[in-house]
C-alpha cells in the first residue's frame, strides 16, 4: 500500500517523518459552535442545567431581568447539533437567587433549589416534571433547613446509589450545612382506621367547608415527615386548632405526594463562611460527593474539599483537606471523570504573595482522588494553570485575571474543557481543552468564543454531559441573555504549517520506504489544470489553489505554474 503517491505535497512532521498530505492529527484543541439564543424573554441571565435521561431533555433555569428576576426553566431538544428550547414557564414566585437543577433519574422528576427573597431568602424547593412543549410544577416546600434560617451558596447533587437529594449551603449565621431529601410515597393507610388516627400538622392550602384541602402534611401518624398534600378528604370530621392546623379523622383522607421529599436535621460540615461552594458526585456503589469551599473560618483562608455520603437518611461527612497553596482562591467548579475516576476542580488562583510568577488570578485547575468512602481524599496530581495568565495590552506587564471558572468532561473524547471570563470590559468567554494522561494535566492552547460582555455564573452548573446526544452542552451568559453551544473537545488539524512543506513527491512510495521529494527550484510536471504564471499555494487536502489555505489559516507558497501540467518549485 503506498503511503505517499506521485505528486502528494509533502510535509515534514516534529518526529522526523515525512507524510503527503492531507495529513492531520488530533489536538488538544475545541471549538464552541452551534449557539442558540434564548430569545424569551427578552432578557435572561445565571443559568444552570441539568439532564433529564427520561425524556432525552436538556433542563435550563434562569432568572428573568423582565419579570422581577423571577425564575424560568424551559427543556430543549437536540437534532444533530442544534438544541431547540421551548417556552419559559415560570417556576419562582418572587425573585429567584442561587438556584440550581438537578434531575432525580429513580423518580423522573427536576429538583430546583434556591433561596427565596418573599419569604426572607429561605432555602426553598421545588419540584416538576417535563410535560410535552412545558413542564408539570409541583407546589413549592420552603423554608427546608429546620431553622427556617436564610440560604447562600446553594449547590445540590441527586445521589443516584441512595436515591436521596444532598443540598450544601451557607445558612444565616455563616455556616456550611447540609441536609438530605428522600422521595416518599403517599399511602392512605395510614388513615382507614376505625379509630381515631393520630393527630397531625400540617401548614399552607386552603379550607373548603371546613375540610383541610391543599394542606401540607408534616407528620402524619408520628412518622418521618411525609410532605404530601391532602387532595380530599371523605368526611367532614375535621377538628381545626390554631396555625399550623392539627386534625384527626375516622375517615379515609385522599392525598398526593405533591412534593413528596422528607428532609433530614441539617449537619455541619464547617465552622464559618463557605463562599463559592460546589460539588462532584461519585456514582457507583459507595455514591458520596466531596464539596469544595473557600473556607472562611480558618486562617489562613485556605481553599477546603470535604467527602460527604448518605448513612441512613443524614450526610455525613470526612475530613476537609486543604488543596491549594495560596488564599483567598475563588470561583471553584468542579466535575467527576467517570473514566480516571477523579474528580476535577477548576478555580481562581489567590491574590495572595503575588499569586503564580507573580501573576495573581490565573486559572488552576487540580485532581482530586477518592474512593467514595469518608477516607481522606488526596490530590495525586500537582495542580496546574489550566489558563496563562493573560497580558493586557493596554499596560504590558499588567495581567487579566480569570473568573466564574467552570470545567466539563467530554466522556466521548475523555478530555476536559475549562472555561472562565477575562478581567476588563468587554469581558471575553476563553476556553482550553485538556486531558489526564498517567496523572499529569496536559492543556492545549486557550481558545476565546465570545461576542460580547460574558459572565458565566461561578455556582451554576452550566456545562453538562448529554449521555444520549453524546454532546458536551455549555449555557453561558453575554450581554444579559443566555446563549447554549455545543462544545467540540477533539478537533482535527491538519499537519500543514507555514514552515514544514518541503516539496512534491517524485513517486509513489511505500510507508517506511525511500521517497525522492522535489524540492526548491524543481520542477513538477506531474500536475493538471494551472494556469501559467500564477502563483500557486499548498491546501490542508493536498491539492494547490491561488489563494493561502485556510480553517486554520496558512500561508505556504508552492510555485509558479510554466504551464497547465508544470509547476516550478519556490
Known amino acids: 500500500q503506498m503511503c505517499i503517491r506521485d505528486r502528494d505535497k509533502c510535509v515534514i512532521l516534529s518526529n522526523g517523518e515525512v507524510a503527503g498530505l492531507p495529513s492531520t492529527y488530533t489536538a488538544l484543541s475545541g471549538t464552541v459552535t452551534d449557539d442558540v439564543t434564548i430569545t424569551t424573554p427578552a432578557q435572561s441571565v445565571d443559568p444552570a442545567m441539568a439532564y433529564d435521561t427520561q425524556n432525552d431533555k436538556y433542563l435550563m433555569i434562569f432568572r428573568d431581568p423582565t419579570d422581577g428576576y423571577r425564575g424560568k426553566i424551559v427543556h430543549g431538544t437536540l437534532s444533530g447539533t442544534t438544541i431547540t428550547w421551548t417556552n419559559p414557564v415560570q417556576w419562582s414566585l418572587n ?37 410535552g412543549a412545558g413542564v408539570s410544577l409541583e407546589n413549592a416546600i420552603t423554608s427546608i433547613d429546620p431553622n427556617n434560617s436564610t440560604a447562600t451558596e446553594i449547590t445540590m447533587e441527586w445521589d443516584t446509589q441512595h436515591d436521596k437529594v444532598m443540598i450544601a449551603y451557607q445558612d444565616g449565621n455563616n455556616n456550611g450545612e447540609c441536609i438530605v431529601g428522600k422521595p416518599v410515597s403517599a399511602s392512605t393507610s395510614d388513615w382507614t382506621t376505625g379509630s381515631w388516627s393520630t393527630m397531625v400538622t400540617a401548614s399552607g392550602g386552603s379550607t373548603t367547608n371546613g375540610l383541610a384541602v391543599g394542606m401540607w402534611v408534616a407528620e402524619p401518624q408520628g412518622t418521618n415527615p411525609m410532605g404530601a398534600k391532602i387532595s380530599s378528604i371523605q368526611s367532614s370530621t375535621v377538628f381545626w386548632l390554631d396555625q399550623p392546623a392539627y386534625f384527626a379523622t375516622k375517615t379515609p383522607i385522599t392525598f398526593t405526594p405533591d412534593a413528596a421529599l422528607a428532609w433530614s436535621n441539617k449537619v455541619r460540615f464547617n465552622t464559618g463562611q463557605v463562599p463559592r461552594l460546589t460539588r462532584s458526585y461519585t456514582p457507583g456503589a459507595q455514591g458520596g460527593s466531596v464539596l469544595f469551599y473557600k473556607d472562611t473560618g480558618s486562617n489562613p483562608q485556605y481553599s477546603k474539599a470535604i467527602p460527604v455520603n448518605i448513612a441512613g437518611d443524614h450526610p455525613t461527612f470526612g475530613t476537609a483537606v486543604q488543596f491549594s497553596d495560596t488564599e483567598y482562591d475563588d470561583y471553584y467548579h468542579s466535575v467527576y471523570d467517570p473514566d480516571s475516576g477523579n474528580m476535577v476542580v477548576n478555580y ?80 471575553l468567554s476563553v476556553g482550553v481543552v485538556g486531558h489526564l494522561v498517567s496523572g499529569v494535566l496536559t492543556w492545549g492552547d486557550p481558545f476565546t468564543y465570545s461576542s460580547g ?30 446563549i447554549t453551544s455545543i462544545v467540540t473537545t477533539s478537533a482535527t488539524l491538519s499537519n500543514l504549517n507555514a514552515n514544514n512543506f518541503v516539496g512534491i513527491a517524485k513517486a509513489d512510495a511505500a510507508d517506511e520506504a525511500v521517497v525522492t521529494i522535489q524540492q526548491h527550484g524543481s520542477v513538477d510536471d506531474a500536475q493538471s489544470g494551472l494556469t501559467p504564471g500564477t502563483l ?26 510554466l504551464s497547465a501540467t508544470k509547476i516550478l518549485l519556490k
Open 95 to 131: 425573585q429567584a437567587q442561587g438556584q440550581c437543577i438537578v434531575h432525580a433519574t429513580s423518580q423522573g422528576k427536576f429538583i430546583i433549589a434556591s433561596r427565596d427573597s418573599g419569604n426572607s431568602y429561605r432555602l426553598t424547593v421545588r419540584m416538576g416534571t417535563v410535560a
Open 348 to 427: 481562581k488562583q489567590g491574590s495572595d504573595n503575588g499569586g503564580i510568577n507573580g501573576k495573581s488570578g490565573v486559572s488552576r485547575v487540580c485532581v482530586l482522588t477518592w474512593d467514595g468512602t469518608y477516607a481522606v481524599p488526596s490530590f495525586p496530581a500537582a495542580v496546574v494553570e489550566a489558563f496563562p495568565a493573560f497580558e493586557d495590552p493596554g499596560n504590558p506587564g499588567n495581567y487579566y485575571e480569570t473568573y466564574n471558572c467552570q470545567i466539563g468532561y467530554d466522556e466521548v473524547y475523555n478530555r476536559y474543557f475549562a472555561e472562565f471570563r477575562t478581567q476588563g470590559y468587554p469581558t
Open 453 to 482: 460582555h460574558a459572565f458565566t455564573p461561578g455556582n451554576a452548573k452550566s456545562i453538562i454531559f448529554d449521555p444520549d446526544g453524546l454532546k458536551l452542552v455549555l449555557a453561558r451568559q453575554e450581554n444579559n441573555i443566555v
Open 536 to 561: 500557486y499555494y499548498v491546501q490542508h487536502d493536498g491539492t494547490l489553489a491561488t489563494t493561502a489555505a485556510s480553517n486554520p489559516a496558512v500561508s505556504v507558497v508552492a510555485g509558479v505554474a
